[in-house]
Each structure stands twice: as C-alpha cells, then as structure tokens.
C-alpha cells in the first residue's frame, strides 16, 4: 500500500479517509487526471495539467492552487511511491457539504486527492513483444459532455464491463449515427491504406493526452499521413489497424473486434512506425 496525498497531508492510502457528505462519492461531482510516471520521469504532465484547469472551470470548482503544487504534489508522490512504473491519480471533487442538495455549495473546500498505482511497463515497438487486444462494440450510452474528465464513470465502467464479460479487454462506442466516438476509457484510432484516421473532438470523447501527443509527433514526423475525420463502423470493420490509446497502455493494437479478425489478424507495420515514434519522443512534452 503506498502513500497518497489528501487536503493537504500525504498519508498511507489505507489511512485516508472522506466524508459521505463529499459530493464526488454522492454525485461523481468532481473531475480527474491519471499522469503516467516512468522511473521517475512524468509523460504529458503539461497537457495533462492544461485538460485538469479546462475540466475545473467547464464545472465551476475554484481551486486555488499554485502553479507549482501540482509538480510539486507529483513529484513527492513519485519518491513516496518507489519512482517504478506509476500512474499518478489526481482527483478534485467540488468538496463536502452538509446537505445532500444539487445545488453547489457556497464556501466549501474543494477535495483533493491523490495516489499512485503501479502500471505496466510502457509497450516496446516490437511487434513480438506487442500484447494485441480484441475488443466489444456498443451504442455509446454516456452522457452528452464526454470532454469533460469527469469522475462520475457509471457509463463507462458499464460500456467497459459489457466488453469484459465477452471476454474482451475494451469496447468501442458508436453514436446514433453509426459513428465511432472512442472506448470506454481510451481513443481510438484506425489506419485505412496507409492513413492514420481518428475522429475529430468534441462533446463525444475525451481530448486524451495520448491522442494529442501521438497525432503532434505524426504530422511533425510527416511520413505517415493523418486525418481527423468522422469514421463510420463499417470503416472501422474493413480498417486495416485498429489501435486504443490512453495514459497507462500508450498505443494498443486491437487484431479482433466483435469476434472478427482487424486485417490480417496480425499487428501492423503502421502500429510499428508509430509506436517507436511515440518511444522516442513522449518524454518531450
Ligand atoms: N477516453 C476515455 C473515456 C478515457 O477514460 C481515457 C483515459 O482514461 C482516454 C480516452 C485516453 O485519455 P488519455 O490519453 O489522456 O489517458
């Protein structure tokens, strides 16, 4: 069990408590950011920080903390933790009350708190050492302000669930229009002859970090050519690679969905290509 940070104090985890009254355990009421940490050495933690100030005023929490506290807070958390492989959690709920009404609060802290958890070693661009998903579809059930890094995850933890039980490790999601949005807790993207494909943002999928980071070094990179665009799911069954990013996994090839091989069935040339790039220039941002 390793130390987390609560309010101000770093405690070990299993001493930190919440009141029932702190409206994110009543009402999912606050936002969150998960910071992938490699022997010490933070991914992202600048556009993880920018998603953070965005996700506390879209909800209206005034949180007055210093430019420096959150480095601060992660880099002790990173010598508390062992410095390994960690997913740094950061966690701010609108606070506790003492009556259980929607309305916000006036005059109360918000909460802040924070843990590491070990993750697994970032992938290797290798497509041997590469570990494929296959994965569930589903209509997208989520509310309409998915951009939003909410800790109210009931929709997800449902759509991630419905994957699991077919034995699956993620589901992709689909809108009304037969449009993929994302996964329940990545992005996605899709390769069709030769061209990186990923949907455009907006209300329907989280800006992941991930997703930033690997479409920034593709289009600098320039070799391999990109586009944001709606993707339908007859695209994504006829796509030559499907692959899921997020924070802890980097890019994931996906080989089957739904029970149907992606391609060939194999991890692709493409998922290579833009893995090492991602290998090599993560730690720049
Ligand atoms: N989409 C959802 C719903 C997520 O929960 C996550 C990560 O948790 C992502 C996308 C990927 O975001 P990131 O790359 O910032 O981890």
């Given at each position: ?12 985890i299993?001493?930190?408590?919440i009141?029932?009254?702190d ?7 606050g936002?969150y ?19 953070m ?9 005034p949180?007055?903390w210093?430019q ?6 992660c ?6 933790n062992?410095s390994?492989n960690?997913g740094?959690?950061?966690?701010i709920?609108?606070?506790t009350d003492s009556?259980r009404?929607?309305?916000?609060p006036k ?14 070693p ?5 497509k041997?050492?590469?570990k494929?998903?296959s ?18 995850l009931?929709?997800?933890?449902l ?7 077919r034995?699956h490790?993620?589901t992709l ?5 037969n ?5 329940s807790?990545c ?9 990186v494909l990923?949907?455009?943002l907006d ?19 320039g070799?391999i050519?990109?586009e944001?665009?709606a993707?339908?799911m007859d695209?994504?069954?006829g796509?030559d690679e499907?692959?899921?990013t997020s924070?802890s ?6 080989t089957?969905v739904?029970?149907v091989?992606v ?11 833009a893995q ?10």
């Amino acid at each position: 069990m390793g130390i987390a940070f609560l309010n101000g104090s770093f405690l070990p985890i299993e001493q930190a408590k919440i009141s029932p009254m702190d409206r994110g355990f009543l009402f999912g009421d606050g936002i969150y950011e998960v910071v992938p940490s490699y022997q010490g050495k933070m991914v992202g933690f600048k556009p993880h920080m920018e998603r953070m100030k965005h996700g506390l005023s879209a909800i209206g929490i005034p949180l007055d903390w210093s430019q420096q506290q959150w480095p601060d807070l992660c880099h002790r958390l990173i010598e508390e933790n062992g410095s390994g492989n960690l997913g740094l959690y950061l966690h701010i709920s609108r606070g506790t009350d003492s009556s259980r009404s929607h309305g916000f609060p006036k005059a109360v802290d918000p909460t802040v708190f924070a843990y590491a958890f070990e993750i697994a070693p970032p992938p290797i661009a290798d497509k041997a050492m590469a570990k494929p998903y296959s994965v569930s579809t589903a209509r997208d059930m989520r509310w309409e302000r998915r951009h939003i890094k909410s800790t109210a995850l009931l929709g997800n933890v449902l759509h991630f669930q419905y994957g699991l039980e077919r034995g699956h490790g993620e589901t992709l999601l689909y809108n009304a229009d037969n449009e993929l949005t994302e996964a329940s807790a990545c992005n996605v993207f899709v390769v069709k002859n030769g061209t990186v494909l990923t949907p455009p943002l907006d209300h329907q999928k989280l800006p992941g970090i991930t997703r930033f980071m690997l479409l920034d070094m593709l289009r600098k990179d320039g070799r391999i050519p990109v586009e944001e665009r709606a993707i339908t799911m007859d695209e994504v069954a006829g796509a030559d690679e499907v692959w899921i990013t997020s924070s802890s996994k980097e890019i994931v090839p996906v080989t089957e969905v739904d029970g149907v091989p992606v391609g060939n069935g194999q991890v692709g040339d493409i998922w290579l290509a833009a893995q090492t790039l991602y290998s090599a220039n993560k730690f720049n941002y």
